[in-house]
Structures are given as C-alpha cells and as structure tokens.
C-alpha cells in the first residue's frame, strides 16, 4: 500500500451466491497480499475484479478446513479428474473438496465496517505512449481490469471516453473516435492514488479531470509523412497546368490541389511540430518580412487592432463616467439626507437641554425640601436627647450614695448554645469579570503561560481533565487552584500507594472531601482542586473514576480539577485509554511566585453560550483538527469563554488537543509521549 493507510481489495473469485474471496492490492511490485472470504453482499454483486475501499476489517474463525480451489495468480498441483466435489453451504462445517482433507487450514469470514467501490485507470510501465495509441487504434490494449475509467495517452493527458472494451477482453478506440483528434484531459488535484504493478493507478479519493481539449496523439513520423505525401502530391499538381480545353486534367488538378479536412489536421500538426524546432521559428520572421502579402495583412490587422483598442477604451470611460455619475447622485442623496437628521439633531438637542433644565430645577427644589426635613427632624431629636440627659442626670442626684453590690447571674435558657467563640459567618465575595480577568493576567505573567491557556484550562477543568507538565508544574496547578477558589483550596498528591478516587479522598491534609461537600451546597460556584504528580502512581484507576462520577452526577459538575505531571524520577506509564481524558499543557521553566490574587469566587458557567455557540463553531471550524463531533463538544466549551478573552486564540489551544487525541487514536508518535508512555525510571 502507498503511505495512505488505506485497505484496498479485490475481489479474485465468487464461490457461490452469498461468499466471495477478496485479495488485498499492495502497491509498487508487491503484488496481491493477503487472501480472505467475506460476506460482504456488495463485494459479491461488484464481481469478479472490482475494487473496493475498506475499514474496519474483522475476522470471524470458521471451524472448517481451508478449500484448495485454484486461486488467481496461484499454481496448485493437478487433481485426478476421476475426483468428486463437495458443494455446501460457507456456514456448513465441512471441507469444499475432498482434496481438502489432506490439508490442514481455517478459513476465516472477514467483516468489514465500511466498504465503497473505487475505480481505477491504466498508465502504462512497460510500453511507450506511441505504443499505447497504436494499440488502441488496433483494438488491441490489454489492461488487466473491467472497468477503466481513463487511459494516459501522453505525459498527463487522459483518455475518459471515446474507448470501449471489446469482445476480446481488450480495449480500443470507439467507432466513433477521430484518431487524428482525440479529447484529453488533465488531473487538476493531488488525489490520493495507488500504483500497481500492472499498471493500474487506483484511486483512492475522487480526482478532478479538467475541461477536454483537442490533439492529435499520433506519433510525430506519421504525421510528418501524411503532410509530406499531400505537399508531393500538391507539387505534381501545381507542375501540370492543364489547358483549359481538357475537362478531365481540370478535374483531376481540382482534386488533387483540394485540401480535406483530415489533410488540413494533418498540415496543422505537422505545422505545430515544426514549431517545437528553434531553428524554423527563428528564420520565419525573415521569410515572412520579404512577402508583401504578410506585410499588408499585418498592416491590416493592426488598423483593425487600434480601432478595436480605440473603441474598448471609449467603452470603459463611458462605463466609467456613469459610474462616476451614479456615485455622485449617491453622495448628494446621502448629503441630503445627512443634513435633514443633522436638523433634526438640533431639534431634539434644544429640547433635551429644556427638559434637563427643568429636571434639575425640580431636584435641586427636592434635594433643599429633603435637607430641610432632615435638619428638622435632626433639631428634634437633639432636644428629645437632651431632655433624656436632664431627666438621667436628676436620677443619679436622687440616688444614695452607697449602694449593697450584688451579683446578677443571667440564666442561659435551656437549648441554646455558647456562641461567645464560634466564628463569625464569612459571605465570600463573588469576583466580576474585571476581577477574573485581572487574575488571568497575573496568572499568565507569573506562570509563562499565555492568557488563551490559562483560559483553556479553566474551561476544560469541568470538562476534562488539564494537566500541566514540567518541573514546576505543581506549584502552578496549586497557585491557579488558590487563585481562582482561596488559599483553603483543596490540593491533594499522588504517590503508588493512592490508586483509587477513594483514597485520595480519605487524605485528611488535602482537603478533598471539604471541597467536595462545598461544591454540592453551592453548585453555582466554582469549586478548583489540584492533583499533583499524577505519574506517580498508577493513576488509570482514579481518572476514569472521577470523570465518570461527575459525568453521572455522583460527583458535582462545578468540580473543576487541574493536575500536574513530573518530568523526572521514577513515575508510572499512563495507557492510552485514559490519554484521552486528559489535555496536555507543557509549562515554561521561568515561571515566577505568584502574588496573592484570590478575589471572591467564581461563577460555575456550566452550560454552552447560546450567543456564542455559532461564533465558536465558525471559529473551530477554520481547523482540521476536528471531526463533527468533537467540532460540537468542543464548540459548547469554547461558547463559555468570559467577555474581554480572544475565542481565536483560546481555539488554537482546543485544536491542539484534538490533534494530540487523533494522534493517540491513530496509535502514531504523538507530542509529550515520553512524559506519559514507558517512564518506568
């Protein structure tokens, strides 16, 4: 196979109604590959020799022995004729010949996912393109397939009709086809394609023929000699002269000085490959300048020339003027009108300031009204205190000077508590959006992470899973998870002894279970955790825990996790499996402390932006990273990005992510693979 990674079969052979045997076609000199039987009833209607695109090939093991049967391009041994055959059913467990009990094999049933025909064309390897077109003029081309959808008769040049495969099996020109002048076209793309040894190219995506043009493909001696014979016959003729008494000589020098039209083909390409010689195409002007007749067409021509230029030009000052006039009718309209709102503008600007004269008088008249009630009730409620101070200061003269001290206990009533130590209740504060994005701003400053990164992994926190790699990578998850949930944020770490979600709950000083509890009693705050070292211990067992939990609602969705991957030391390989959960973030190594930047909590934005959602997938959509699925999901997170942030920049690190998925799923050599894969130490 070509470097595609396509599956190309073809079909060699029907065994009976419902079972075919396919070969697989490898490019180059390979040859047929490998050999199988399906059931596919598409396969099995195309016929013997049809090609067909797969995916997804399956085998299901029969318990029967393998059939012998002669198979294309395969040499069995000679059979006695006096043998007889069995005939059963591909589902029956039983051999298709008796021959076949002398042979140990399974056959197996291949299934296949997806399977759509192609088609294929001939270029030749082996002869020249002369050769080619003799051949088919002779109705003798041998091409190795049924259906050819186009023949290479030149370097480039394709042959997509005007050919019929005949009774013999080998194709030739239709009836209808002038082999002086045939219809080529050309391959305007790069299709994806495949090269056989028999000089088939097997297209594996649709190319795109350009418009047909006219030539003569036949060989340069052929067409030198048919305009060699009709000049020497055209010598003669002008030679004779014959009288003008003698009808019969009139006749034949009529004949003989008439050019035909295959004549004409002929003086036409013997004309253009003349031209291909330097020589011929220097020494012509020279020819051509001595010739008065040349001289006066070209003289004619180019009057003819600068009256056409003349009135072309007159054309387009004419267009041009009205366009012009057009475009000034439109500006003095918009002009006019400009001036009419301009009046209007007046208008309203000479009542506006009427009505705000009168709106501040009347509040100025309520705000004195306002202070004079209150400097009223102020006066008043001067003399009732010191009325009050009067009557308090006679009290205490009436009072005797000695008075017996007496302890006074109050009782507490039965069922309430102490509360002379218990905290005060602390309402945290919600950041705006001023306050987020003057955190994402320090964060990005401090860690060497761009603002669209740090955005990026705060949207998939309730999502997926981020986790930032590098040397300083925990202490970063850390600050993001102080920075966006407080200095009490919960941060947990792994090590080989905490394999399930379980364990890391149970951990006392992380703080899990608190921030678990939290983000259940207030689901519309975001609750950030941070899992350092995730390689340090088989961590296969608690991520695909947690995503599941909080995917099923077990674990609350304004959960947002960020976690950290070491470079260094003896760590544990991740598996494929749970790769695909995580989003990758490669770390700087100059990053910086960061400054306390904790500013009230966060929203929990959960779900998708309705205002946003067509912008996201216009913005994603502009990437090949993304399939139509993953283009949905990752539109729905992108749609939640806050105000004042890029959507383009934040895309770019969305399909950075797909890329690194597709990689895993294709099995290829993909980015941080030596940070995930065989770290064993």
Same mark, same amino acid.
């Given at each position: 196979?070509?470097?595609?990674?396509?599956?190309?079969?073809?079909?060699?052979?029907?065994?009976?109604?419902?079972?075919?045997?396919?070969?697989?076609?490898?490019?180059?000199?390979?040859?047929?590959?490998?050999?199988?039987?399906?059931?596919?009833?598409?396969? @099995?209607?195309?016929?013997?020799?049809?090609?067909?695109?797969?995916?997804?090939?399956?085998?299901?093991?029969?318990?029967?022995?393998?059939?012998?049967?002669?198979?294309?391009? @395969?040499?069995?041994?000679?059979?006695?004729? !006096?043998?007889?055959?069995?005939?059963?059913?591909?589902?029956? +467990?039983?051999?298709?010949?008796?021959?076949?009990?002398?042979?140990?094999?399974?056959?197996?049933?291949?299934?296949?996912?997806?399977?759509?025909?192609?088609?294929?064309?001939?270029?030749?390897?082996?002869?020249?393109?002369?050769?080619?077109?003799?051949? %088919?003029?002779?109705?003798?081309?041998?091409?190795?397939?049924?259906?050819?959808?186009?023949?290479?008769?030149?370097?480039?040049?394709?042959?997509?009709?005007?050919?019929?495969? !005949?009774?013999?099996?080998?194709?030739?020109?239709?009836?209808?086809?002038?082999?002086?002048?045939?219809?080529?076209?050309?391959?305007? &793309?790069?299709?994806?394609?495949?090269?056989?040894?028999?000089?088939?190219?097997?297209?594996?995506?649709?190319?795109?023929?350009?418009?047909?043009?006219?030539?003569?493909?036949?060989?340069?001696?052929?067409?030198?000699?048919?305009?060699?014979?009709?000049?020497?016959?055209?010598?003669?003729?002008?030679?004779?002269?014959?009288?003008?008494?003698?009808?019969?000589?009139?006749?034949?020098?009529?004949?003989?000085?008439?050019? &035909?039209?295959?004549?004409?083909?002929?003086?036409?390409?013997?004309?253009?490959?003349?031209?291909?010689?330097?020589?011929?195409?220097?020494?012509?002007?020279?020819?051509?300048?001595?010739?008065?007749?040349?001289?006066?067409?070209?003289?004619?021509?180019? %009057?003819?020339?600068?009256?056409?230029?003349?009135?072309?030009?007159?054309?387009?000052?004419?267009?041009?003027?009205?366009?012009?006039?057009?475009?000034?009718?439109?500006?003095?309209?918009?002009?006019?009108?400009?001036?009419?709102?301009?009046?209007?503008?007046?208008?309203?600007?000479?009542?506006?300031?009427?009505?705000?004269?009168?709106?501040?008088?009347?509040?100025?008249?309520?705000?004195?009204?306002?202070?004079?009630?209150?400097?009223?009730?102020?006066?008043?409620?001067?003399?009732?205190?010191?009325?009050?101070?009067?009557?308090?200061?006679?009290?205490?003269?009436?009072?005797?000077?000695?008075?017996?001290?007496?302890?006074?206990?109050?009782?507490?009533?039965?069922?309430?508590?102490?509360?002379?130590?218990?905290?005060?209740?602390?309402?945290?504060?919600?950041?705006?959006?001023?306050?987020?994005?003057?955190?994402?701003?320090?964060?990005?400053?401090?860690?060497?992470?761009?603002?669209? +990164?740090?955005?990026?992994?705060?949207?998939?926190?309730?999502?997926?899973?981020?986790?930032?790699?590098?040397?300083?990578?925990?202490?970063?998850?850390?600050?993001?998870?102080?920075?966006?949930?407080?200095?009490?944020?919960?941060?947990?770490?792994?090590?080989?002894?905490?394999?399930?979600?379980?364990?890391?709950?149970?951990?006392?000083?992380?703080?899990?279970?608190?921030?678990?509890?939290?983000?259940?009693?207030?689901?519309?705050?975001?609750?950030?955790?941070?899992?350092?070292?995730?390689? &340090?211990?088989?961590?296969?067992?608690?991520?695909?825990?947690?995503?599941?939990?909080?995917?099923?609602?077990?674990?609350?969705?304004?959960?947002?996790?960020?976690?950290?991957?070491?470079?260094?030391?003896?760590?544990?390989?991740?598996?494929?499996?749970?790769?695909?959960?995580?989003?990758?973030? +490669?770390?700087?190594?100059?990053?910086?402390?960061?400054?306390?930047?904790?500013?009230?909590?966060?929203?929990?934005?959960?779900?998708?932006?309705?205002?946003?959602?067509?912008?996201?997938?216009?913005?994603?959509?502009?990437?090949?990273?993304?399939?139509?699925?993953?283009?949905?999901?990752?539109?729905?997170?992108?749609?939640?990005?806050?105000?004042?942030?890029?959507?383009?920049?934040?895309?770019?690190?969305?399909?950075?992510?797909?890329?690194?998925?597709?990689?895993?799923?294709?099995?290829?050599?993909?980015?941080?693979?030596?940070?995930?894969?065989?770290?064993?130490?």
């Amino acid at each position: 196979m070509s470097g595609s990674g396509k599956t190309v079969f073809q079909v060699v052979k029907i065994l009976n109604h419902s079972v075919a045997l396919v070969a697989e076609v490898r490019g180059g000199d390979s040859g047929i590959g490998r050999i199988r039987e399906t059931k596919e009833p598409r396969m @099995v209607l195309g016929g013997v020799g049809s090609l067909w695109l797969v995916t997804g090939e399956k085998d299901e093991p029969k318990l029967v022995l393998e059939d012998l049967e002669e198979l294309p391009d @395969v040499s069995l041994p000679m059979v006695s004729a !006096l043998s007889s055959t069995i005939r059963a059913s591909s589902e029956f +467990e039983l051999p298709a010949t008796v021959e076949a009990f002398n042979h140990a094999g399974q056959r197996k049933t291949t299934i296949f996912v997806t399977v759509t025909r192609i088609l294929a064309a001939y270029s030749a390897r082996d002869i020249t393109f002369n050769e080619v077109v003799l051949r %088919l003029r002779e109705g003798k081309l041998d091409i190795p397939s049924r259906e050819i959808i186009a023949i290479e008769v030149a370097p480039g040049e394709w042959l997509t009709n005007q050919f019929v495969r !005949l009774p013999s099996g080998c194709y030739g020109l239709s009836p209808s086809a002038n082999p002086r002048s045939l219809f080529v076209k050309t391959i305007e &793309n790069k299709p994806d394609s495949m090269r056989l040894s028999s000089g088939l190219l097997v297209f594996l995506s649709a190319p795109r023929w350009s418009l047909a043009t006219e030539k003569d493909v036949r060989p340069e001696q052929e067409v030198l000699e048919s305009a060699e014979r009709w000049l020497g016959r055209s010598k003669l003729a002008a030679d004779r002269r014959p009288g003008d008494g003698d009808l019969i000589d009139l006749l034949r020098h009529h004949i003989e000085t008439t050019v &035909n039209e295959d004549e004409k083909a002929d003086i036409s390409a013997a004309s253009r490959l003349l031209a291909k010689r330097q020589s011929i195409v220097d020494i012509m002007p020279q020819i051509l300048a001595k010739d008065p007749a040349f001289q006066k067409r070209v003289q004619e021509f180019e %009057l003819q020339e600068q009256e056409r230029l003349k009135e072309e030009l007159r054309s387009k000052v004419k267009a041009e003027i009205e366009a012009q006039k057009a475009r000034l009718d439109e500006t003095r309209s918009k002009i006019a009108e400009a001036e009419t709102r301009l009046a209007l503008a007046g208008q309203r600007e000479l009542l506006l300031r009427n009505d705000a004269e009168k709106h501040d008088e009347a509040i100025k008249a309520r705000i004195a009204e306002a202070a004079s009630q209150l400097h009223g009730n102020a006066l008043v409620q001067g003399d009732h205190l010191r009325r009050e101070l009067d009557e308090l200061r006679d009290l205490v003269l009436q009072m005797p000077s000695t008075v017996p001290s007496v302890a006074i206990t109050s009782p507490t009533p039965e069922g309430s508590e102490d509360r002379s130590y218990a905290p005060a209740e602390v309402v945290v504060p919600r950041a705006d959006d001023d306050a987020r994005k003057s955190i994402i701003v320090g964060l990005a400053s401090a860690t060497g992470l761009t603002q669209a +990164e740090i955005t990026a992994i705060v949207l998939k926190a309730t999502d997926e899973i981020p986790v930032l790699i590098g040397e300083r990578a925990a202490g970063i998850a850390a600050d993001i998870v102080a920075a966006i949930g407080g200095e009490e944020s919960a941060i947990a770490f792994c090590d080989p002894s905490r394999i399930s979600w379980h364990d890391l709950m149970h951990d006392e000083t992380s703080g899990l279970a608190a921030a678990v509890a939290k983000a259940k009693v207030n689901p519309d705050v975001l609750v950030p955790i941070a899992i350092c070292g995730i390689t &340090n211990g088989p961590c296969e067992y608690w991520i695909p825990q947690f995503i599941e939990s909080r995917r099923a609602g077990r674990l609350p969705r304004n959960l947002a996790i960020i976690t950290s991957a070491g470079i260094d030391g003896s760590r544990v390989s991740v598996p494929d499996s749970v790769l695909r959960f995580l989003m990758p973030v +490669e770390v700087p190594d100059n990053t910086k402390p960061v400054r306390r930047l904790f500013a009230g909590s966060w929203p929990a934005e959960l779900d998708a932006n309705r205002a946003n959602l067509a912008d996201a997938i216009d913005v994603l959509s502009q990437s090949e990273a993304f399939d139509n699925s993953a283009l949905q999901r990752a539109a729905k997170t992108l749609s939640r990005v806050p105000s004042g942030a890029s959507m383009a920049d934040v895309g770019k690190s969305f399909a950075r992510q797909s890329k690194w998925l597709t990689s895993i799923a294709a099995g290829g050599q993909f980015e941080f693979k030596n940070h995930f894969k065989n770290i064993e130490g």
